[in-house]
């Protein structure tokens, strides 16, 4: 009973000091302890009954994943408890793995080799499709950014190894005991805090040259934005959001994610009723380009040309849907981009050459169900009169490592659109929000964001947020926003540290695997 109640405070202890320690809640100090008690509780069942271990590390890891992303069951209660529970249950490798290697390896070793096999988690967490990298322990540090400018070396990753280095150093002092060992999490705690304030860049000079962008947070009930018959009403509606900020000086107009909800084959898109109202604002304003979501469609010519998502009309033909960001100006539309970084099982069923027949199981959020088609690469929507914008799609601005390809290839200022009103007034909107003010950092680009219910907002290269709005309200605002040429490390190398930790990760798990197998050789 006595490891039973361990058990269950190491659990409790750990959920509650990393939920405490999240967004939007402003305690990011509190990640730096939270994956304590579970380290402990792991070394406190060697001796006493090692089968509880498991039981009460998913539960720590089902409680922060339950604290910290509940909101989910709004927009699906069925793909809640499946994303709940199989989160928690992938999160637990890193400590299963850190369990074995302490069999074969010192504690020592095995403590670097913990740290190693949870940073290769994260990047696979980025990389395949199950991706789902919502709670990457550096993301706890997005509403303190100032704490975290070196994000422009490391990305995401840098911050998760700082937490980690903490978590396990200080975990290491427990065990020994000496005194003189508090020099190294100390060190590990504050090197990264004087780093970021070296790398804290000055503002922008008021006199330089901007980018001047009218924001539109239209304010739709998400579930209803698709009912037929409203299309051109909610255009309307845009437009005159819109004219409430735009003047002469204005260069582009940002919508959010599927605000053009008539259904556009994208062969035809030019005949377009919503198109035709955005042309007719354009040459009202000649020098104005306007970025919007939209949900449009392509036929394939025939079925052996039809990509892995292609669904079947009742006539045969095949086309793919897609969730699409478009630019327009005054020669039409000038660029396309199809959403790359898909929701899991809501837009997309994961690996479809396998599992395409469970397509039509695909969550419904109030547009097509069944799995979108995807462009597989970043665009940026490239103009000569005004600044190259990254057209990051809801989702996607959740992946650093993903976005900065759209800086390299040459955007200039990073615009988000997005609809996060599934989700209520939770956390989840707030958590999505706090989370593009790292992209800022990662890549030096001002973030302009449009969201359909809040928060739309501008965030400075500093990841400080200059703007806001109120959520579920509906409103316009102008942001003079300053583009930029400069180039990051993160943004020329991308994420180093996941993938070198991934690659050490594996080795050392192929090794401690060989290394039990001699062992069990030699005992035989």
Known sequence: MNTHRKGLSAALLSAGLLSLGWPPLQLPFLLFFGLIPLLWFEDYTRQHRPGLYFPYLYLGLFLWNLATTWWVWFASPGGAIAMLLA????????????????????????????????????????????????????????????????YEYTGVSG???????????????????????????????????????????????????????????????????????????????????????????????????????????????????????????????PDLSIVTGASTYRFFPDESNRSATARQTSEGYWYDSYN??????????????????????????????????LEYFAIDMGG?????????????????????????????????DY??????????LVFVITNDGWWRDTPGYKQHMHYARLRAIETRREVIRSANTGISCHINKRGEILHR???????????????????????????GIGKTASFLAVFLILSVWVRSRVLKNEAS
């Open 87 to 150: 989160n928690s249950l992938l999160m637990c490798l890193p400590f299963l793995l850190y369990r074995s290697a302490r069999n074969i390896l010192s504690t020592d070793r095995a403590l670097v080799a913990f740290v190693l096999y949870w940073l290769g988690f994260e990047y696979l967490h980025h990389t395949w499709e199950l991706a789902y990298p919502w709670l990457s322990l550096g993301n706890g540090f997005a509403t303190a950014p100032r704490l975290v400018q070196f």
């Open 159 to 285: 911050g998760s190894l700082w937490i980690l280095l903490v978590n396990v150093l200080l975990f290491r002092l427990t065990l020994s005991g000496e005194r003189m060992r508090i020099v190294l999490p100390v060190a590990a705690l504050l090197l990264p805090l004087i780093l970021s304030l070296i790398l804290l860049p000055a503002p922008e000079p008021e006199a330089e040259e901007s980018t001047r962008i009218v924001v539109v947070q239209p304010n739709i009930d998400p579930y209803k934005k698709f009912d037929r018959g409203g299309e051109l009403g909610q255009v309307r509606k845009f437009i005159e959001l819109a004219r409430t900020r735009l003047d002469d000086k204005t260069d582009l107009l940002v919508f959010p994610e599927t605000a053009i909800v008539e259904y556009m084959d994208e062969d035809q898109m030019q005949h377009s009723a919503s198109i035709g109202m955005l042309m007719d604002l354009i040459r009202e304003y």
């Open 368 to 400: 097509i169900t069944g799995s979108l088609g995807m462009d597989g690469e970043a665009k940026s929507f490239n103009q000569r009169s005004t600044a190259n914008v990254a057209p990051l799609i809801c989702y996607e601005s959740v992946f650093g």
């Open 324 to 357: 699409t960001a478009l630019l327009i100006n005054s020669g039409g539309i000038a660029e396309t981009y199809h959403k790359s970084k898909l929701v899991p099982g809501v837009e997309r069923m994961p690996y479809p050459r396998i599992f395409g027949f």
């Open 403 to 412: 976005a900065r390809q759209f800086v390299q290839k040459g955007a200039q």
């Open 469 to 495: 709005t109120k959520w579920w309200e509906a409103d316009a605002f102008t942001a003079d926003a300053h583009p930029s040429d400069i180039q990051t490390f993160f943004t020329r190398n991308g994420d």
